[in-house]
């Protein structure tokens, strides 16, 4: 075979080998060309570099979304309230949910954040109507599902639902794939959720994944359907777009695309009422902070260890570093372990913290604390028991700072000022203690927080208090590359 053959031959066969021929290469024959310029040339170079740039600008605009938050007008800040599940189970009613909202408002909860009702799974029938449709169940929600929702927002609340991207939701309850926006039947589920229930919120599992041969996209599609169904429902209705919650219990890395789709996205497993769930629930989102900020929020799931103090799982100061972390990661803060009914004064004290609160709300500042030094482990280790333990994140009103005591005795933290990003070398800071609500004075260089009890955390809020004292020594809070102006490093600079 010539080499001819040989270049023929590959073109077709994939297996066929590539590159120059063994044997002679015969070098092709050097064609020389002059062009000379007319007038008509340049003409038709300008349009067809005009065209190039109209097509190339075309292209630009046809480009997938970036993964920037979606920005229709609902979620800018983790939503705070109530949901049914880890107390209620399926067994929950109509009764159930009035009297948690009543209580979400008598115990002045709703004043300081905690608006929305939700209802988690269980809530219908286990068929569709004939026409297709969910229904709410008759032994449950006897007045109606409409009844319920006017109630809540009677009381001034908010109200959110449930429902699941597969066949079926979690209890087996009819979920919502194939009907998001279906317009065969009566009502598509969307419609149902947001026009003729008038829920707020829709909170959106990920259980009967149908078979690959029928679904044939990933989970990414199977929720980008509901997205999409729930922007041509606030489109066709004029209403303000149901707020997206996604569940997917960040199996597919949803802080990667969940943003495109909703406001906030389940990043782990359920939570548990004991410190595993939640030291193992901080150490997972520990690698994910980066990806909360306005109108998009990893979801830490249910705020629900608070309510199990006094009930053997969880001690106060547990639960306060739960509700610390919660709140300053930007989750949603959704309460709830016993009956509302059933909450304790010093369960109520933590959740209406509102010092923590200004920090989860801030309309200023979206972003959540970042570990800044790991701590007992080197930094960046994934350790469920032990997760990071020394954390910062800027706020409208200075550098938030939380320190984690993960070990199970009392332990002195310490730390730099400077090793956090957001503090300014050579000034010093007022410190506020967001528990004990006080001041305590001012922060130079460093700060040491005293017997920080087994599994308790620090909250501080650190407000710039101008230049540090003059002359300090060494001239570096951190010596690292710290040098005078001719490059020369410092008695104890590295
Ligand atoms: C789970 C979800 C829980 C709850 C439950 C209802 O998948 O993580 O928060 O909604 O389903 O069946």
């Not at 209403?239 to 990667?256: A, K, N, Y």
């Not at 304790?344 to 989860?360: G, K, M, Q």
Request: contains cysteine.
């Amino acid at each position: 075979m010539d080499h001819v053959d040989r270049e023929k031959e590959a073109a077709h066969d994939p297996m066929a080998p590539r590159g120059p021929p063994s044997g002679t290469w015969l070098q092709k024959p050097i064609v020389q060309v002059t062009y000379s310029l007319t007038p008509t040339h340049v003409l038709m170079a300008l349009l067809s570099l005009t065209f190039a740039a109209l097509f190339a600008y075309l292209s630009l605009l046809s480009k997938p979304a970036p993964t920037t938050a979606l920005d229709n007008g609902v979620g800018k800040l983790p939503f705070m309230g109530y949901n049914t599940w880890n107390a209620y189970v399926c067994d929950i009613n109509e009764t159930v949910v009035r009297e948690s909202a009543e209580l979400l408002v008598s115990l002045g909860l709703k004043d300081i954040g905690y608006e929305y009702m939700n209802i988690d799974d269980c809530y219908a029938e286990k068929n569709r109507t004939e026409d297709g449709d969910i229904i709410e169940s008759a032994e449950r929600f006897p007045s109606g599902m409409r009844n319920t929702t006017d109630y809540i927002h009677d009381l001034g609340l908010k109200a959110g639902i449930y429902s699941d991207s597969g066949w079926f939701t979690c209890q087996l309850y009819p979920g919502s794939f194939q009907n998001e926006d279906r317009h065969v039947f009566f009502c598509a589920d969307i419609e149902l959720f947001r026009e003729t229930w008038n829920f707020d919120l829709l909170k959106y599992d990920n259980c009967a994944i149908p078979f690959d041969e029928i679904i044939r996209e990933g989970v990414v599609g199977k929720y980008k359907r509901m997205a999409d169904a729930i922007a041509a429902q606030a489109a066709s209705s004029g209403q303000e777009p149901i707020l997206f919650s996604l569940c997917e219990w960040g199996r597919e890395q949803p802080w990667l695309w969940a943003k495109r789709f909703g406001q906030s996205w389940r990043t782990t497993d359920d939570i548990g009422a004991h410190w595993d769930a939640i030291s193992s629930i901080i150490n997972q989102n520990s690698f994910y902070t980066w990806s909360t900020d306005f109108y998009g929020h990893g979801d830490m799931d249910i705020v629900n260890a608070i309510f199990a103090i006094g009930n053997g799982d969880l001690t106060y100061e547990e639960a306060k570093s739960h509700f610390t972390a919660w709140a300053l990661m930007k989750s949603p803060l959704l309460i709830v372990w016993l009956q509302l009914s059933a909450i304790t004064e010093e369960s109520l004290n933590i959740l209406t913290n509102t010092e923590i609160i200004a920090i989860n709300q801030d309309s200023v500042v979206g972003t959540a604390i970042t570990p800044f030094r790991w701590g007992r482990n080197p930094d960046w280790t994934n350790d469920y028991t032990y997760p990071a333990q020394y954390w910062s994140g800027e706020s409208e009103n200075g550098t938030v700072i939380m320190l984690l005591n993960v070990e199970s005795e009392p332990a002195d933290m310490f730390f730099t000022l400077a090793e956090s990003p957001w503090i300014r070398a050579g000034r010093q800071y007022s410190v506020r203690d967001l528990w004990t609500h006080t001041d305590n004075g001012t922060a130079v260089r460093n700060l040491t927080v005293s017997a920080v009890p087994a599994h308790g955390v620090v909250a501080l809020l650190l407000r710039d208090a101008g230049d540090e004292p003059a002359g300090l020594d060494p001239k570096c809070s951190i010596m690292e590359w710290c040098t005078d102006q001719n490059g020369t490093v410092l008695e104890g600079g590295v």
